[in-house]
Every structure is written in structure tokens, then in C-alpha cells.
């Protein structure tokens, strides 16, 4: 499934367009930006509710498909600064980290959930 397909089987909101036909491979859920740098495998949607400049920095080093802030959380300025410098699409959703993994799951499975 492609970045693009997901952001609208989820209704995410798109606060930065970047590779929308990139395709994703699975999902990783996690906070602590070390643990997310030594987890997260290449193609995966990001779950998270961090918004500060570092997550820029981890999604580029794990090579995620997108970044999704989870419970509506608002990026930093300087997060959304680095944006335009990110290679994958980011995006926000009021549904909480649990809810948007397993709705990927399904995505991904080929259900609708």
C-alpha cells in the first residue's frame, strides 16, 4: 500500500506531502527516539506522539514511509521547519497510537477496519 492510500483510508491530516508513492511495509509504534532509531524497519508508518525537531532526524536515519503524530499532537516550529528537509510524508490524527496501529494492520491486510 502506498503512503498516499494509507493517509486516505485513515483520513490523516497532511502537514507534509513528501513521497506519497512510497510504499509501506508495515507500522511501528514507539516514543523514545533512541529505541524508534534501532526498531523501526525501512518502508514502516511511524506512529508517534513525539513532535519535537529530533523526529525528523529518526525518520530519515530508520527510513520510515511516514511519520503519523498520533492524539492530535501539534509539531514544534522547529519540526516543522525541517519538513521540507524530510524525504517522507508526514501527518496528524486524534485517534490515539493503538487505534491508528491496528487500523493499519487491517490497511495493510487488506480489511477495512
Keep these: 500500500m502506498k503512503v498516499n492510500e494509507l493517509a486516505e483510508g485513515l483520513s ?14 508495515g507500522c511501528y509504534c514507539g516514543d523514545l527516539l533512541s529505541w524508534v532509531m534501532g526498531r523501526a524497519s525501512a518502508g514502516d508508518a511511524w506512529v508517534t506522539i513525539m513532535s519535537n525537531v529530533n523526529v525528523a532526524a529518526v525518520a530519515a536515519l530508520a527510513d520510515v514511509a511516514c ?14 521547519g525541517r519538513f521540507e528537509r524530510l524525504d517522507c510524508a ?23 477496519e
Design 12 to 25: 490523516l491530516e497532511c502537514l507534509y506531502e513528501g513521497d506519497g508513492e512510497r510504499e509501506v511495509e
Design 67 to 80: 511519520v503519523i503524530l498520533a492524539e492530535g499532537v501539534e509539531p514544534d516550529e522547529a519540526l516543522r
Design 90 to 112: 508526514v501527518f496528524r490524527s486524534g485517534m490515539a497510537a493503538y487505534e491508528l496501529a491496528w487500523r493499519i494492520h487491517g490497511l495493510l491486510e487488506g480489511r477495512q
